[in-house]
T-cell receptor
Framework: DAKTTQPNSMESNEEEPVHLPCNHS???????IHWYRQLPSQGPEYVIH???SNVNNRMASLAIAEDRKSSTLILHRATLRDAAVYYC???????????????FGGGTRLMVKP | NAGVTQTPKFQVLKTGQSMTLQCAQD?????MSWYRQDPGMGLRLIHY???????DQGEVPNGYNVSRSTTEDFPLRLLSAAPSQTSVYFC????????????FGDGTRLSIL
């Protein structure tokens, strides 16, 4: 899978929007962009994924650049419970022989201030 | 609906001991996998399975064995524990469709003395 680059950490105030960036300049045409988050002492949790168009769900929005070389996870109103490490991961939908491998980088540690 | 259940939650072993980490799922997912997470690091894949009777190695398989006799269970065996295997171990499952999200258990925290 292609590599992603994320800032090590970000801070936000409670109730404010948060934009978490991810660069993936070597993304291929069949790579989906997945976001997971990991709360303290828990396993990773799926947040959202997309291919080309922007995506929304109850947890977040995903904005994908037109050239797909970067994306942004948007939390519309951060809460204290959103403090976690957020991972941006590329999954090549054609690579089935890797089973369910996800390549986790270091992620972005989001701190939310009350 | 329990999802993915890992047992035990915590374990301390002595070097050279063997043990089995259990993972059970009730979602009828074909794909299951084991990851380890060292302090301050991302997850690394140990072994995975694409269905009952089929397993394969991931990124860091040495020192671990797996088997998949049923869809529901995917145990991870440490053959002879070493301090380098001190880590948090996560089991994950997903549906067979390639782009479905993975579902993770809450982890087993393992310390090898």
């Amino acid at each position: 899978d292609a590599k992603t680059t994320q800032p090590n950490s970000m801070e936000s105030n409670e109730e404010e929007p948060v934009h978490l960036p991810c660069n993936h300049s070597t993304i291929s045409g069949t790579d989906y962009i997945h976001w997971y988050r990991q709360l303290p002492s828990q396993g990773p949790e799926y947040v959202i994924h997309g291919l080309t168009s922007n995506v929304n769900n109850r947890m977040a929005s995903l904005a994908i650049a037109e050239d797909r070389k970067s994306s942004t996870l948007i939390l519309h109103r951060a809460t204290l419970r959103d403090a976690a490490v957020y991972y941006c991961i590329l999954r090549d939908v054609l690579v089935e022989n890797a089973g369910n491998m996800l390549t986790f980088g270091g992620g972005t540690r989001l701190m939310v201030k009350p | 609906n329990a999802g993915v259940t890992q047992t035990p939650k915590f374990q301390v072993l002595k070097t050279g001991q063997s043990m089995t980490l259990q993972c059970a799922q009730d979602m009828n997912h074909e794909y299951m996998s084991w990851y380890r997470q060292d302090p301050g690091m991302g997850l690394r894949l140990i072994h995975y399975s694409v269905g009952a009777g089929i397993t394969d190695q991931g990124e860091v398989p040495n020192g671990y064995n797996v088997s998949r006799s049923t869809t529901e269970d995917f145990p991870l065996r440490l053959l002879s524990a070493a301090p380098s295997q001190t880590s948090v171990y996560f089991c994950a499952t997903r549906d067979s469709y390639s782009n479905q999200p993975q579902h993770f258990g809450d982890g087993t925290r393992l310390s090898i003395l």
